[in-house]
């Protein structure tokens, strides 16, 4: 199957999974994730109307950032933890930061001097990975966004504990949405290929997707 064949199942499946919800399916954005493939895989979902891109390191996409800066319209995210002396030139390459989860990579970043859009990367669990910040730092990391000169926080990400089912994800992504409400941001960045229709119906604007739409990647 060809990515456009396998996006336009996605999309069907992102506009049922809405409707059951009662939602908007325009209010969810597919962030088509790339990390381990080629720029061509970019041009691909590219041509077939994806504008959303998510990578997860920072130099993986350093050599692809010059071959794929160019589109327009298109929009790159760093989705895989982010290190504190790669900041710089992260906000250099990508849109938007979904990975943030401190208040020193707040101080970074800003540094960079350049707009950013920013989500908090939060961990809701102990066998989350060790990237994301826990629940009781979010106030003081959130304080530092808001009073940052150059960043613009859209909302909060997740990525619940590895599950080969969707089910299991769903009370992380419930626990996600009462944080954002809690703390008045409209974006949730959560769900990717096995757990995105259960990420939508509890909320989910921003969900993330590989192989779904690229197949199975091989190990970085
Ligand atoms: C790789 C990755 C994804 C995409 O996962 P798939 O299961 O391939 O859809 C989403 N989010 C993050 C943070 C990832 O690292």
């Known amino acids: 199957m060809s990515v456009r064949e396998r996006l336009a199942e996605v999309r069907d499946r992102i506009e049922r999974a809405a409707a059951r919800a009662g939602r908007d399916p325009r209010s969810i954005t597919l962030v088509a994730v790339t990390k381990v493939f080629p720029a061509s895989a970019i041009f691909e979902a590219y041509e077939a109307g994806v504008r ?3 990578e997860n390191y920072v130099q993986e996409f350093e050599t692809k950032a010059p071959e794929v800066r160019r589109l327009a ?3 790159f995210h760093l989705i895989g933890h982010l290190q504190s002396n790669k900041a710089r030139r ?3 390459l990508f849109h ?3 990975t943030l989860d401190s208040a020193k990579l707040v101080w970074r970043l800003d540094e960079a001097a350049q707009p950013l859009d920013i989500m908090l990367e939060v961990k809701l669990s102990p066998e989350q990975a060790k990237s994301g910040a826990d629940t009781s730092e979010l106030p003081a990391i959130i304080e530092a966004v808001r009073s940052s000169k150059n960043l613009r926080l859209l909302g909060l990400m997740t990525m619940p504990p590895w599950s080969d089912d969707a089910e299991p994800s769903r009370p992380y992504f419930q626990r996600l949405r009462e944080l954002g409400s809690q703390h ?3 974006h949730l960045s ?3 290929s096995h757990d995105f229709e259960v990420a939508i119906e509890e909320g989910a604007t921003f969900i993330r997707i590989g192989t779904a739409l690229f197949g199975k990647r091989k190990k970085p």
């Open 73 to 75: 319209g298109a929009r």
């Open 190 to 192: 959560m769900g990717m």
């Open 52 to 54: 959303d891109f998510g």
């Open 184 to 186: 008045e941001l409209p």
């Open 96 to 98: 938007v930061i979904q």
């Open 90 to 92: 992260a906000a250099e």
